[in-house]
C-alpha cells in the first residue's frame, strides 16, 4: 500500500515564525503535491513537483515555498507565517507509472498561526 | 484554472440512497475520480471512471458520466451512517493537471 506521512498532525506556531511542512512518500511516486484546505473552498494547489529539484506554482504560492531534495521528500516552508495561514495542509503524491494516475494524500496537518 | 463544483451539503436517511452532483468544465479531462474524506483524515480514493465511459458500478457506488454536460454523479446504495464524510470530485486533463472540487459534507441521519 502507497503511504504517505506528514511530520505532525497539528502544529501550533507564532505570526513572523518560519514554518517547515514535511511529507514522505514511500512508492517512489514522481510527483508531489502540497494543497491546503478550507471550508467551503476545498482543496487549493499551493505547489507541485514532477521530479527532484523541480518545483511548480500550483493556483496559490504566496507566502509559500518548497524544496524537493530527494524524491521521496517534499516540504513545505512558511517563511514568515500569518494568521490567515491557519488552514489544513495536505500532501499528495502520484506516479503515471501505470495505474489510474490518482493521487495518494497524507493525514493532513491542522495549522494554526496565532 | 477550471471549475470543478459541488454542492456543500447533503443530508439522507440511514437506508436511502444518496447522490452526490459534481459539474465541471475542462473538455480534455480523461479520468474523473471520487475521494472520500472522513473526519481528521486525509482523502482516499473512492472510485473512478475513464471519460469514454458513461456508467460504472461497484457494489454499493455507482458513478455516472455526462460527457455532453459535463456532469458526474455518485450514488451510495443503502447509505449507512459510516458513510458520513465528505465526498470530492475530481478531474485529471490531458496535462496531469488535477481540479478538485469543494467537497460535499454527506451527513447520513440514524
Known amino acids: 500500500d502507497v503511504k504517505v506521512t506528514q511530520s505532525s498532525r497539528y502544529l501550533v506556531k507564532r505570526t513572523g515564525e518560519k514554518v517547515f511542512l514535511e511529507c514522505v512518500q514511500d512508492m517512489d511516486h514522481e510527483n508531489m503535491f502540497w494543497y491546503r484546505q478550507d471550508p467551503g473552498l476545498g482543496l487549493r494547489l499551493i505547489y507541485f513537483?514532477?521530479?527532484?529539484?523541480?518545483?511548480e506554482k500550483g493556483d496559490i504560492p504566496e507566502g509559500y515555498s518548497v524544496s524537493r531534495e530527494k524524491k521521496e521528500r517534499f516540504s513545505l516552508i512558511l517563511e514568515s507565517a500569518s494568521t490567515n495561514q491557519t488552514s489544513m495542509y495536505l500532501c499528495a503524491s502520484s506516479s503515471l507509472r501505470g495505474g489510474l494516475g490518482e493521487q495518494y494524500f497524507g493525514p493532513g496537518t491542522r495549522l494554526t498561526v496565532t | 484554472g477550471e471549475d470543478v463544483e459541488q454542492s456543500l451539503f447533503l443530508s439522507v436517511r440511514e437506508g436511502d440512497s444518496s447522490v452526490i452532483n459534481c459539474t465541471y468544465t475542462?473538455?480534455?479531462?480523461?479520468?474523473l475520480y471520487w475521494y472520500k474524506q472522513e473526519p481528521g483524515a486525509g482523502l482516499q480514493l473512492l472510485t473512478y471512471i475513464f471519460s469514454n465511459m458513461d456508467m460504472k458500478q461497484d457494489q454499493r457506488l455507482t458513478v455516472l458520466l455526462n460527457k455532453k454536460d459535463k456532469h458526474l454523479s455518485l450514488r451510495i446504495a443503502d447509505t449507512q451512517t459510516g458513510d458520513s464524510a465528505i465526498y470530492f470530485c475530481a478531474e485529471r486533463n490531458n496535462f496531469n493537471k488535477f481540479y478538485f472540487g469543494s467537497g460535499t459534507k454527506l451527513n447520513v441521519k440514524p
Open positions: 475542462d473538455s480534455s479531462s480523461t479520468y
Open positions: 513537483s514532477y521530479d527532484v529539484k523541480m518545483k
